[in-house]
């Protein structure tokens, strides 16, 4: 995995829009944050930064661009159970097999069923830190920063502009549209109205990369108020699992910071 933990912070994308002539206008100073988005974005993270825990599944779409040009998508599925602040449950879907990700604010452990291989190191007791760790083995798992105990520090990190859309209908739910842009990324998010403002739908393109590929995650089945059984935290091998090593980058790195 690159230095960064979270596809988050590595892509995202502005919606296309017909440009008004206020538009088309050279811009007078530099750009900067609707504040309209940041509300309703900061609504958002600290609704999710309240929870004590939730599950959710999220559909990822990785588009990468062929030497011809030609657009190819990869698809998967992450089903996502997190406990704050220190607990977590994971099951990665895709044409490669079934990941499962186990963290019980101790060990970090990455098991793959079909091989019956897995790997763990010695984890921090948060999950802030713990996503701090994972980059050092080259470890990335969808949706990290919605897990950060301030989901809105690391969505926001690198953002230059942003714009609130409008409202928007996404698989039937009514969403609150808002779009940001980085240096080198651009990107869109879908906020559910009412009193639970849940991520619904985030699309993102990475403009550093030839042919401007995009990613989408759809996020579904949130739990709110889950009631976990605390051992589906802690990996238990069975006989005829077999552990590896996994390695650890010889230089730390460390998550961008504000």
């Not at 990785?62 to 040009?69: F, Q």
């Not at 879908?190 to 995009?214: A, E, F, N």
Request: glycine content about 6%; overall charge neutral; aromatic content about 10%.
């Amino acid at each position: 995995m690159k230095e960064k933990v979270s596809v988050f912070l590595v892509l995202l994308a502005l919606l296309a829009m017909q440009p008004t002539q206020a538009a088309r206008q050279k811009p007078t100073q530099p750009p900067s944050v609707d504040p309209k988005a940041k509300e309703m974005l900061r609504r958002m993270a600290d609704y999710l930064g309240s929870l004590n825990g939730f599950g959710v599944r999220v559909q990822t779409t990785r588009e990468a661009i062929a030497p011809s040009g030609l657009e190819l998508d990869s698809d998967q599925v992450f089903d996502l159970h997190v406990q704050r602040p220190g607990r977590l449950h994971g099951v990665l879907h895709s044409a490669a097999g079934e990941k499962q990700f186990f963290y019980d604010g101790k060990t970090f452990t990455i098991y793959t069923p079909s091989l019956r291989y897995y790997a763990t190191f010695p984890a921090p007791p948060t999950l802030d830190q713990l996503f701090q760790e994972t980059i050092n083995y080259r470890l990335e798992m969808p949706a990290a920063d919605l897990v950060f105990s301030d989901p809105y520090q690391a969505l926001t990190h690198g953002v230059t502009s942003g714009m609130y859309v409008g409202e928007s209908l996404v698989n039937g739910v009514n969403t609150h549209q808002l779009a940001f842009q980085t240096k080198n990324a651009d990107w869109q998010i879908w906020i559910q109205d009412g009193d639970q403002p849940l991520p619904v739908k985030l699309v993102i393109t990475d403009r550093q990369r030839s042919g401007s590929p995009r990613y989408t995650a759809a996020f579904s089945g949130w739990e709110i108020s889950p009631t976990f059984d605390q051992s589906m935290f802690t990996f238990t091998p069975a006989e005829g699992d077999r552990k590896i090593d996994i390695k650890r980058a010889p230089k730390p790195m460390s998550l961008p910071t504000k």
